[in-house]
């Protein structure tokens, strides 16, 4: 506890990392406030209760309830988060794009700006798909005009959200974006445990013990996940005078075991509504569409789970390969003068590259799988329905690598001014761990 308080003064002594925290807090605090201002033409008190469901329950966690409330954030920076999506895809369908990502700094810059203006137009598509779920009753005057201003505002709501990101990265502590996302989540946390203790009541107060130690293991175990990497050894051949010397300090190349993140997870749950929907059209005529309707309409039944993870398993090989290129770090490495030990260079060390990649991600995702189904198995274990969602999926995966890269930041920030990191032995890693080898 002692240490704990030291390093909290020592924080708090470092005036630009304090300004930094106090910066996104009150960032933080205008996204919240913002949450909760409904959309002009719409009457508060008609809106749904119960909040949303299916798909839109999953989005409406992700914003932290702007997208039942009807707020002017209804969308949030999940737009935004579309456009990356697309473009990430781009970099590797376009040779064009391609080309932007390996210019360095100037190339990422275009790509930033190639991602804001492609997030209008989808934000304005998305926000025609938003208005369909506002309840008729609590549109006080429906027709063209409320249609056209409340597509106007979503949209300045999420393109301010995404200025609120970038502000909170540039002036304050953490990714702006992912920490914006986290804040949503986070929000219904408090509200979450409240209710799930309310539930129990006292004579279940020994379950509701043993369900926060479940919870506390659920998270370690993501953190696990998160962090953990293959670590392969590299070696650097330095130039000393006329006679080629190797380098005795040995570098690697960190290999995350889970390099896809949460995107494996995000894919899958968006397909996962197609066969729900697909039977609703024949479910009338077919036992069989029926079956199915009812079966993956219901995310606690094993057929929607086994499906589930088994989208996971292979997205997160399909996500994994077009985010790490094999071809391209051994290809760096052979300019930098780098080698793995025993591995010839180029065509020999990408394959032993993506041999190593394939096997690390098998674990990785199956790990990644069962996290994704643990909150369905929480609510079948007797746990309330807004609580079993913080038991792991997109949730909680989100909230511990944003988690992770504060805690690093800060990390950074004490060790440059000469203060005791955050722990006493290790160091704090976050997410973010970039695939570079430097001579």
Request: glycine residues 8%; hydrophobic residues 50%; positive net charge.
């Amino acid at each position: 506890m002692k240490k704990f308080i030291e390093t909290i003064k020592n924080i708090f002594a470092i005036e630009d990392l304090r300004m930094r925290i106090f910066n996104t807090l009150f960032f933080i605090a205008i996204y919240r406030l913002g949450s909760f201002v409904v959309l002009p033409g719409v009457d508060a008190t008609r809106l749904k209760s119960g909040g949303a469901s299916g798909v839109f329950g999953i989005l409406d966690t992700l914003l932290g309830g702007a997208f039942s409330n009807a707020s002017i954030f209804a969308l949030g920076i999940m737009p935004y988060i579309s456009a990356s999506i697309v473009l990430q895809l781009l970099t590797i369908a376009v040779p064009y794009f391609q080309k932007l990502q390996k210019e360095g700094e100037s190339g990422r810059k275009k790509i930033n700006q190639y991602t804001r203006i492609l997030t209008i137009p989808i934000v304005m598509a998305q926000s025609v798909g938003f208005i369909a779920t506002i309840n008729a009753d609590a549109i006080m005057a429906p027709g063209t005009f409320f249609t056209i201003s409340t597509m106007l505002i979503i949209t300045a709501g999420t393109l301010f959200c995404m200025w609120l990101g970038e502000k909170i990265t540039d002036k304050g502590i953490g990714n702006g974006i992912s920490m914006i996302i986290m804040i949503g989540i986070v929000s219904r946390l408090p509200g979450a445990i409240i209710g799930e203790a309310a539930a129990k009541g006292m004579r279940g107060s020994l379950i509701f013990l043993i369900e926060l130690v479940v919870l506390f293991l659920v998270v370690m175990a993501v953190i696990v996940l998160t962090q953990a990497v293959r670590r392969i050894p590299v070696q650097y051949a330095k130039q000393v005078g006329s006679t080629a010397q190797l380098n005795a300090q040995r570098q690697f190349i960190p290999m995350k075991v889970n390099a896809a993140g949460v995107m494996p997870i995000i894919f899958a749950q968006s397909l996962m509504f197609v066969p729900a929907i697909l039977a609703s059209v024949w479910q009338s005529d077919s036992d069989v569409a029926s079956y199915i309707g009812v079966k993956f309409s219901d995310y606690t039944s094993w057929q929607y789970n086994v499906v589930f993870a088994l989208l996971i398993i292979v997205f997160t090989y399909f996500y994994t390969a077009i985010s790490v290129n094999p071809n391209q770090i051994a290809d760096d490495l052979k300019r930098s003068g780098g080698f793995v030990p025993g591995v010839k260079p180029g065509r020999d060390t990408s394959e032993h590259i993506d041999e190593i990649l394939t096997r690390i991600t098998l674990p990785g995702a199956v790990a990644l799988a069962l996290i994704a189904i643990f909150p369905a198995l929480a609510l079948l274990g007797g746990v309330t329905r807004p609580f079993s969602a913080f038991y792991g999926g997109t949730s909680l995966i989100i909230m511990v690598g944003v988690v992770l890269d504060t805690l690093n930041q800060v990390e950074s920030y004490l060790l440059m001014r000469h203060y005791d990191g955050m722990m006493k032995t290790g160091k704090v890693r976050g997410r973010s761990q970039n695939i570079a080898m430097a001579s």
